[in-house]
């Protein structure tokens, strides 16, 4: 244990027990292992029952991490354990899991976008909220859509006007990254070269290319004539140059960094914890 977290333990418990210990001993503790079990097994359809659980798992951990420190002198320091990156920390360790033995990426994104979730669900209880019987997530009107359009009678015209609404709303799961962005924005980091557009369309373009070999394979296996619409002798060779890159050193040197490092709240580079 490094000598700024020996401060941080002492500073916790006035009696030298570690942080680790006083973690482990939330009784929260119990339902998030369990839930964060469940979605280490996890499909891309079950995604949506796993997360509004894991969420109020996560919220139930902080409160109770909250309630532990009513007696003790709190610090920045202590409160960074409950932090968004620290408490996805939290989760992995509970299940044992480790990004350099294995990457599981859908595992990464449930657990990531839980505690988002699960933060804005303590910061802002009137404006989030999560119904763990229908797995449903609710935003609050006016902080979903600031702004909303309304026809002028008698006219085709219509104008935005400013949201009043403080109704929950139910939303798809991919809403709480964008919420969550907006509750707490940081500095962006901006490319300046050329190739600005295709850094920018990237994490598009592999869904697209994902989605379209896959159909690709369909039409093949199926001896499907719509196969010859989608492929020639260019993207043949653009395929091959895509291969070899897969099972190149370079492809492991670009996985290796993607699986040791991530960013901060303010878009810097940080080391993951377990490296």
Known sequence: MSKKNKTMSEEITNEGVSISHFQENIKANDNLKEILKLALKQTSTTTREVLPKLSNAVVSYIKEFKDNLKNQTVTDEM????SRSELAKHCYGLVGYNRKDEVNDLFEKVVSRAVRLAVMLVD??????????????????????????????GSKITKKINNKDESLEPVSTYVVDKMYKAKYPTGTRSTKTKDDKAVTNFKNVTNDFLKGFKKLIEYSSKQN??????IDEPTFENLEEIKEFLNSEDYQAVRTFS?????????????VANQ
């Open 79 to 82: 409160m960074n354990y409950i």
């Open 124 to 153: 802002y209880p009137s404006e989030f909220a999560v119904d763990e019987k229908t797995n449903e997530v609710f935003v609050m009107s006016k902080v979903l859509e600031p702004k909303i359009e309304v026809k002028i009678k």
């Open 225 to 230: 004539v719509k196969f010859f619409d989608m």
């Open 259 to 271: 699986v040791e490092y991530t960013t901060d709240y303010n878009g810097k580079l940080e080391r």
